[in-house]
């Protein structure tokens, strides 16, 4: 009887033992194909997640939706949106954090024979924008266009809105005169041929905002934050050596390949470029600045995309370094 003991004891310790070593667990809703799996894969196959204290646990999720459905109602403790959404949240009371993820954006792409050269020549053209009327790569274009060119992009062109995958064939296809679309369509657009018009990051520096403000980024709740500050403070640190390895290891992008989707070489180069182009620096992020980027956002997208958010909540931005 007592030997027995002994051995459930010493299983139920080493069971303990190997719970512990492998941290705790942290589950991450995301896109099923969304390209921060590509971070997430790196953490996982380097083992960045048990090295920094917590055990990573990917959720794939059919749309952004769904995981935020899913980290709402407690059955996710991470997923992937913008800042904006975050001071959205916070503004109507919901202690949510975001961590840096990424600084790239898209742009507008128009066809290599177009004879679009700036935006003012895209007046009366039919432009296909991925994201809908409050996407925010549209609504910082519209006040570039205003301010640089006196055009008011919304009156003056026709436009067709659809997922981003619709709008990549729409524009390859030249169904659509230009084309507005997350980064890495945006990079395939222009492996197969298409010619960039302008970068969003470049007319957002025009506006005088700060094209280093990472835009996307990991959710979290204060609430964890508070009771399990060491897993979050890991996941940081984790993601941040992952993007190191992926700034600096071509032989790390091979390996990942067959995640990501890529039909030519020249496809595979321009997101991994887009990839790197996209990792933000290492530092806190500039309040300041991105206050300026929501003040514009709540000028444009009202309280459709801003809700109650009219300044930058205190406590968006997680500031336990990543």
């Known amino acids: 009887m007592a030997k027995r003991l002994l051995c459930a004891l010493l299983l139920f310790f080493s069971m303990l033992s190997l719970a512990w070593a492998d941290g705790a667990p942290l589950r991450v809703a995301v896109l099923k194909f969304g390209t921060v799996n590509w971070e997430l894969d790196t953490i996982k196959h380097h083992k960045l997640d048990a090295e920094n204290g917590f055990s990573l646990q ?14 709402q109602g407690g059955e996710a403790d991470v997923i992937v949106s913008d800042w904006l959404w975050v001071a959205r949240q916070r503004a109507a009371g919901k202690d949510y954090v ?34 809908g009327p409050l996407d925010k790569s549209w609504l910082i274009l519209r006040a570039y266009a205003e301010q640089s060119a006196g055009l008011d992009l919304a009156q003056q ?4 809105y659809g997922a981003p995958p619709l709008i990549f064939k729409s524009a390859v296809s030249g169904d659509v005169d230009a084309a507005i679309n997350f980064w ?17 990051a470049d007319a957002a520096k025009a506006l005088g905002l700060d094209p280093e403000t990472p835009l996307l980024g990991y959710v979290v709740k204060g609430e964890m934050l508070r009771d399990n500050p060491d897993a979050i403070k890991g996941f940081a640190m984790a993601s941040r050596a992952a993007k190191k390895i992926l700034a600096n290891d071509d032989t790390e992008w091979d390996r990942l390949r067959p995640r990501m989707n890529a039909k030519t070489d020249a496809q595979f180069d321009a997101l991994k470029a887009g990839f790197r182009a996209g990792i933000p620096a290492n530092r806190p992020i500039d309040k300041e600045a991105a206050n300026r980027m929501l003040k514009l956002m709540v000028r444009l997208g009202g309280e459709k995309l801003l809700g109650q958010a009219k300044e930058l909540p205190d406590g968006t931005f997680f500031m336990g370094g990543n």
Do not use: N
Not at 157 to 160: D, G, S, Y
Not at 184 to 200: Q, T, V, Y
């Open 58 to 71: 990917v959720q794939g999720m059919a749309g952004g939706s769904a995981a935020k459905v899913a980290f």
């Open 98 to 131: 975001f961590i840096p993820y990424s600084k790239a954006v898209g742009g507008v792409l128009v066809g290599k024979d177009s004879p679009a050269q700036s935006l003012a020549d895209l007046k009366g053209a039919k432009v296909g924008i991925a994201g």
């Open 157 to 160: 062109t026709e436009q067709v």
């Open 184 to 200: 890495h369509f945006m990079a395939k657009m222009e492996a197969s041929g298409m010619r960039k018009l302008i970068d969003i």
